[in-house]
Nanobody, 122 residues
């Protein structure tokens, strides 16, 4: 069974940084685009970033562009999200996901992690 496990649960002050990781197993990792999404209480799941198969290109949501950096290590079957200049508006449950296309549409991703909480206090 494919598994995606996020880590990096954090409580951070506004302006701070946090790095999330998502380790995968039983997945031919290099064949998949890896996405990051987030969901705040009472809101819909929101696209954050998508990293192409080789890791040579990452597509970002406008709200995080310039602050967040997505990357992957295909030798470790792991994808990362480096988050800087965090604000309370970034507080959410963050998910990683695997799909075949670089897209913002969560329905195009086949496999999902369980999510990891990021809380940014002001």
């Amino acid at each position: 069974q494919v598994q995606l496990v996020e880590s990096g649960v954090g409580l951070v002050l506004a302006g701070g940084s946090l790095r999330l990781s998502c380790a995968t197993s039983r997945l031919t990792f290099s064949r998949y685009v890896m996405g990051w999404f987030r969901q705040a209480p009472g809101k819909e799941r929101e696209f954050v970033a998508a990293i192409n198969r080789s890791g040579s290109n990452t597509y970002y949501a406008g709200s995080v562009k310039g602050r967040f950096t997505g990357s992957r290590d295909n030798t470790k079957n792991t994808v990362y999200l480096e988050m800087n200049s965090l604000s309370p508006e970034d507080t959410a449950l963050y998910y990683c996901a695997a799909g075949l296309f670089t897209t913002e549409d969560p329905q195009k991703y086949f496999y999902w992690g369980q999510g990891t909480q990021v809380t940014v206090s002001s």
